[in-house]
């Protein structure tokens, strides 16, 4: 299994317009994030979590040539805005592309794509087929699905967990039966916005207590605002085992 971080950063991300902190003036790489999005392969598939605002310059970026699934975490526009360019994966198969989300999250999506889900199908409009997910899990091409429920401020939402590896974003509480759900994960990805504490999401400390607490193998943080910080000064302050994601890395989360 391969994971690349397609963005790891927030709509409050680097560089921001007119801001002269210095993570939005860096001339580092790994300080300019895009909205936060990331990529899973497989053998059996190629799955998606969330298809932000940034969607198409990062599946150019990435050279992604085949996407079976889009799986989406949550409704807010970071995570959803940039659906309209799947229609370059439904002309590539010729089908649909199947997206997983719950019923407020699929509500949300008609609503904001009505011209997808109209009685007039206008020609090469993008072409999504909604699929529920189910609390219990579900298998897309073989691979298994757990869905794990968090809380972003009042707002419940999914993360994921797929074999030995978990991705969890826009969260800032995690209620124990979910824990239960992480159980023996060894590479886990997990949202930390800034060091200051957040209302709706987790801030540095809170995240890193939190994978203390799960005890993967490795953690990789994402969904970055520029007031985290650095990424090197950052990087070094984090302990052994967890690691700030940037866009563009890949990892192997082998067995």
């Not at 299994?1 to 860096?26: D, Y």
């Not at 990435?62 to 994966?89: C, P, Q, S, W, Y």
């Not at 949300?108 to 072409?127: L, M, N, T, W």
């Not at 239960?180 to 994960?185: A, R």
Request: net charge neutral; proline share 4%; aromatic share 10%.
């Amino acid at each position: 299994m391969k994971i690349t971080f397609l963005g790891t950063g927030t709509s409050q991300g680097v560089p921001v317009i007119a801001c002269e902190c210095p993570t939005c003036r860096s001339a580092d790489p790994r300080d300019n994030r895009l909205r936060t999005s990331l990529l899973l392969e497989t053998d059996s598939a190629t799955l998606l979590f969330d298809a932000g605002p940034d969607f198409r310059q990062q599946m150019l970026r990435a050279n992604v040539r085949k996407l079976d699934a889009i799986l989406i975490t949550h409704e807010h526009k970071d995570h959803i805005a940039g659906m309209d360019d799947v229609r370059a994966f439904n002309y590539k198969s010729r089908d649909a592309i199947d997206i997983y989300a719950e019923e407020r999250v699929q509500k949300a999506i008609r609503r904001e794509f009505s011209y997808v889900f109209s009685e007039y199908q206008y020609p090469g409009i993008p072409r999504m087929r909604l699929n529920d997910i189910p609390g219990y899990g579900f298998s897309i091409k073989g691979l298994g699905v757990i869905p794990v429920r968090v809380r972003h401020m009042n707002l419940e939402i999914y993360g994921f967990r797929i074999g030995n590896f978990a991705y969890i974003t826009d969260a800032n509480y995690i209620p124990e039966e979910s824990k239960e759900k992480l159980i023996g994960v060894k590479y886990l990805v997990l949202n930390a916005l800034r060091k200051e504490k957040h209302i709706s999401h987790f801030s540095l400390r809170e995240a890193v207590d939190f994978i203390h607490e799960i005890s993967p193998r490795k953690a990789w943080l994402t969904h970055i605002s520029h007031q985290m910080g650095l990424h090197s000064q950052v990087s070094a302050e984090l302990p052994q085992g967890i690691m700030l994601g940037y866009d563009g890395l890949s990892i192997n989360c082998e067995d």
